[in-house]
């Protein structure tokens, strides 16, 4: 397999793997634009997340480094009363993970 | 107002907890077991970040309510809980 496609399996597998956890509602990746570049939600919810996410991100981010120039976000979460929202940033892209904790 | 300071002392007391700081929703410490700088800086930054938060949770779901955020950096982790009227903020070395 080229290594393209070797690389797109790889996450269509980890993609499978976090989906098929207990409760875990939807998977969002989104590229360092806030463009999503997969998910498993429906196409409203994953715009409006990912625009809402990525603004969060930058903020979280910027804060960080206000309080420290030398620290960096590893990664966020946003618990509520119904689910909880994990968010993974990377250089180029972020993982938004949605799950019900409870489940 | 002697279980508040309770409550920080147990908390400051975890193992790895570096700081605890209770603040308004106006922004003002009312309590801290950081220096005053460092309680004034982290309010200020904080608590734009806990807003932001809270108005993403509402905007996808408005029956929705915040519980806690949980911000992982290099160096630590910083969580953040809040209701009506104040929010906590607490500073830990990560988990291991």
Not at chain 1, 54 to 62: E, I, N, T
Not at chain 1, 90 to 96: M, V
Not at chain 2, 4 to 33: F, H, M, W, Y
Request: net charge positive; no cysteine.
């Amino acid at each position: 397999m080229s290594l393209r496609r070797k690389k797109g399996a790889e996450v269509e597998e980890t993609l499978k793997r976090i989906q098929s956890q207990k409760g875990v509602q939807g998977i969002i990746i989104v590229n360092s634009e806030g463009i999503p570049v997969k998910s498993t939600l429906d196409n409203q919810s994953t715009v409006q997340y990912s625009a809402l996410i990525h603004q969060l991100v930058m903020k979280a981010r910027s804060t960080l480094r206000d309080i420290d120039p030398q620290n960096d976000l590893t990664f966020l979460r946003v618990r509520s009363k119904k689910n909880e929202i994990m968010i993974a940033p990377d250089k180029d892209y972020f993982l938004i993970v949605i799950q019900n904790p409870s489940a | 107002m002697a279980e508040v300071d309770e409550i920080v002392k147990r908390l400051q007391a975890q193992k790895g907890v570096e700081g605890v700081i209770i603040a308004n929703s106006e922004g003002i410490a009312i309590r801290s077991t950081l220096e005053d700088q460092h309680t004034v800086q982290y309010v200020a930054l904080i608590q734009p970040l806990l807003v932001k938060a809270k108005k993403m949770l509402q905007e996808m779901d408005p029956s929705d309510d915040f519980t806690y955020l949980r911000v992982r950096t290099e160096k630590n982790e910083i969580i953040i809980t809040a209701d009506k009227e104040y929010f906590m903020v607490a500073i830990q070395k990560p988990a291991p």
